[in-house]
């Protein structure tokens, strides 16, 4: 262990007490923090390290083989290694200490970019866990590198080519790794080749799950590459012809093999560590409780190409990875069955009556489209019951989607969600089809016109949604919507007290918004547009110039307050939405659910100067005083003879309508969850929400911006240059100091 410790200090020294050891930190951790900050490659909305995390294996491609070339190759020139070899040290403890020193140098240089996923939290809410994760990933793909890098410095004396070595033989294995390279590979080739790439393994690491088959292949890959290297590094000190070289041939030979098979056939070893803050890739309590109510055998046919195309291999195994751990917690209860329709007539022939069909894939591949064929898709049944999902695109969602699925199979009796129509309203048929369809995948959806003599049948109806009316609504509909109400219905209300003309930008009262029915029921909806001058999104508008983005604060980012009813979604886009506030003599519960930030604003003053657009007066004269946090979305509630009265209240339907949800996904996923809440369908709520928490950065001032984005690019390389010259200036002057006896 002394002989260990003292090598590995020896290499370390070779980094640190030179000057190229410090400029390769340097270089690096500004080379990526500048990628993340200011390149369209990075993020600056999202608070997530995900996008560092896909750029870094291709910086450690290059900057691995510059930290490790001159580890041996640098003894063999200097004629030193066989001095070592010689010496009473293991020939494996020379190799493992080698090996240590570069990979902790290496590690440096990784955690050197620890302050990015510190300074966004100071702007948002990081998802620690995954971060965690990504930076366990990046030490064993780090490992594997430096592995590969120390194999290619035994092979040479110089150091030029063993670093081109380094970076083609890493190179390499990234580039399969790729869908564009596997898709262009034969079927029987590409896919394991891919599964050799450790991009695909670290891509895995990286969502935020530590599986055991892609530690197995890391390590698997490391020790591969140092039975190699020490294979190399013997044979210069041992005769080639003697039994003992010949030997060490064999068993070096035989490691590697085990090696290889370990990292290529261990996909069947399960065992995972899920840290993702919501447990993402973990299946959720509330899906186990929807499968505790199972009265059947609920059977799983999922139909799958043996070689699927490259970028459907990874979703392929972590939808299985799924259905396993769905099959484990059931209790027997639910039965999967993997079927292979390319080879099997029969197979193909069920996959097609059961609705599932073969997908046709575009793969670009040497510089020619190509078509490329696979099956992902699955049957679910139960009882005398049939679900079908065609095709597996992603796995985002897909426990929402199974779980919704079983709910709809279990629960025969459809809860009913209707839409009110005949007054101008957005419906499933016009403007709010995405929100219509996904409801009806565990409700029953319909709509409620008034009938000839002016009434409304609202009988049966378990929530009732009015969205964006601007025709008036007859006195005779609101009596029978507060009868409804009073007798412990459930509705959401979306509002629009303004009206927004999108080809004008501008704005206009919408007298028959509805906006005065809710009063009775303790909520105000303000004539007004409230706007954000932080939290707001970026828009393309057509200029002279061209389409040019520009931030939109009418485009607010509003913040979810109450967990409760809008599950895990953090926050939802609304443009051009009126404030909301309670009343004061509504004596039951009043939920707040959305608000601005303490950047948000009112715009009182566009009915004298009606111009919504990014050029508004009153966004270039909103003053510090008047910010304040506005309230943009509530809900309340109320004892009632047929149960809990429930009422949200928003001013703004847009934020749900087509054009905006299929941009937003959180936004449908808050409807959804408020809808559930209505419905008193928590479980439901509880697994989308999973799937849709938004983590946004929301940066107090453009000073704060700078000082997160400035103080990695060039603060933390500053304060490295600052360790080096502290460090050669303590070196100066060791060397100059004169030694003698006293």
């Not at 970019?113 to 300074?119: K, R």
Request: glycine share 8%; aromatic share 8%.
């Amino acid at each position: 262990m002394r002989s260990l410790t003292a090598l590995i200090r020896k290499d370390l020294r070779g980094y640190l007490d030179q000057p190229t050891g410090y400029i390769l930190l340097v270089v690096f951790c500004a080379v990526v923090s500048f990628l993340y900050f200011f390149t369209p490659f990075g993020t600056s909305t999202e608070a997530s390290t995900r996008s560092l995390f896909t750029a870094l294996p291709w910086m450690l491609m290059v900057f691995v083989p510059a930290s490790t070339m001159r580890l041996l190759a640098e003894e063999q020139r200097d004629g030193t290694l066989e001095i070592l070899l010689t010496q009473p040290i293991q020939g494996w403890i020379v190799l493992f200490a080698k090996f240590l020193s570069g990979f902790i140098f290496v590690a440096v240089l990784i955690l050197s970019t620890v302050g990015i996923p510190i300074a966004l939290s100071t702007a948002g809410d990081v998802d620690l866990g995954a971060v965690v994760a990504q930076y366990v990933g990046s030490l064993f793909l780090a490992a594997a590198f430096v592995s590969l890098g120390l194999f290619t410095s035994s092979l040479t004396r110089n150091q030029v080519i063993a670093f081109i070595l380094g970076l083609l033989f890493i190179g390499a294995l990234l580039l399969v790794g790729l869908e564009q390279v596997a898709d262009g590979l034969p079927a029987g080739a590409s896919g394991p080749l891919q599964t050799l790439s450790p991009a695909t393994h670290f891509d895995s690491i990286a969502r935020g799950v530590i599986d055991l088959r892609d530690v197995l292949y890391f390590v698997a890959l490391v020790s591969t590459m140092l039975s190699a290297t020490y294979l190399m590094i013997r044979g210069k000190s041992l005769s080639h012809q003697s039994p003992q070289y010949r030997n060490l041939q064999v068993g070096v030979a035989a490691l590697i093999v085990l090696s290889l098979l370990v990292g290529w056939f261990g996909s069947s070893i399960g065992g995972r560590l899920d840290l993702t803050e919501d447990k993402l890739f973990t299946l959720s309590p509330a899906t186990k409780e929807i499968l505790g109510d199972l009265d059947d055998l609920l059977t799983i046919e999922i139909f799958q190409s043996k070689e699927p195309p490259a970028h459907v291999a990874v979703v392929a195994r972590d939808v299985n990875d799924f259905l396993d751990d769905l099959a484990a917690s059931s209790g027997g209860q639910v039965r999967v069955v993997r079927k292979y329709p390319d080879g099997d007539e029969t197979a193909a022939r069920k996959a097609q009556l059961m609705g599932v069909p073969q997908m046709q894939f575009n793969v670009q591949s040497q510089g020619e489209l190509q078509i490329k064929t696979g099956y992902l898709g699955l049957s679910m049944t139960y009882a005398d019951q049939r679900e079908v999902v065609p095709f597996i695109g992603t796995v985002d969602g897909f426990e929402y989607r199974i779980a919704s699925l079983a709910f709809a199979m279990i629960n025969q009796q459809r809860k009913s969600v209707r839409f009110l129509s005949g007054h101008g309203e957005k419906t499933p048929a016009d403007g709010m089809q995405t929100l219509g369809g996904v409801l009806a995948q565990q409700y029953d959806v319909s709509v409620v016109e008034p009938l000839e003599d002016g009434a409304l049948d609202l009988d049966g109806a378990d929530v009732l949604i009015v969205a964006g009316p601007t025709e008036r609504i007859e006195e005779s509909e609101r009596a029978a919507l507060t009868s409804y109400l009073d007798g412990g219905g459930k509705a959401m209300l979306l509002l629009d007290p303004v009206d927004v003309d999108l080809q004008r930008m501008t704005a206009l009262p919408n007298r028959n918004s509805f906006a005065d029915f809710v009063e009775s029921y303790g909520v105000i909806v303000e004539d007004d547009i409230a706007f954000d001058v932080r939290s707001h999104e970026t828009l393309q508008f057509g200029t002279q110039l061209g389409s040019v983005a520009i931030p939109f604060p009418y485009w607010m980012r509003a913040i979810s307050v109450d967990s409760k009813v809008a599950g895990d979604v953090e926050s939802v886009v609304l443009p051009w939405a009126s404030s909301v506030g309670f009343l004061t003599e509504w004596p039951h519960e009043r939920i707040l659910l959305l608000e601005t930030s303490e950047s948000g604003a009112i715009d009182l003053n566009y009915r004298n100067s009606p111009d919504v657009s990014p050029n508004s007066l009153a966004l270039q004269q909103v003053t510090p005083g008047d910010l304040f946090r506005a309230q943009m979305g509530v809900a309340v509630t109320r004892p009632a003879p047929g149960g809990e009265m429930r009422l949200v209240v928003l001013g703004d339907s847009n934020w749900i309508d087509d054009s905006v949800s299929g941009r937003y996904q959180e936004n449908l996923g808050l409807a959804l969850n408020l809808v559930d809440w209505l419905a008193q369908e928590d479980a439901l709520a509880e697994i989308r929400s999973k799937v849709i928490s938004s983590r946004q950065l929301l940066f107090s001032s453009d000073l704060h911006r700078n000082v997160v984005q400035y103080s990695n690019v060039a603060g933390v390389p500053a304060l490295l240059v600052v360790i080096g010259l502290i460090q050669f200036v303590r070196r100066r002057n060791i060397s100059r100091r004169v030694w003698g006896d006293e």
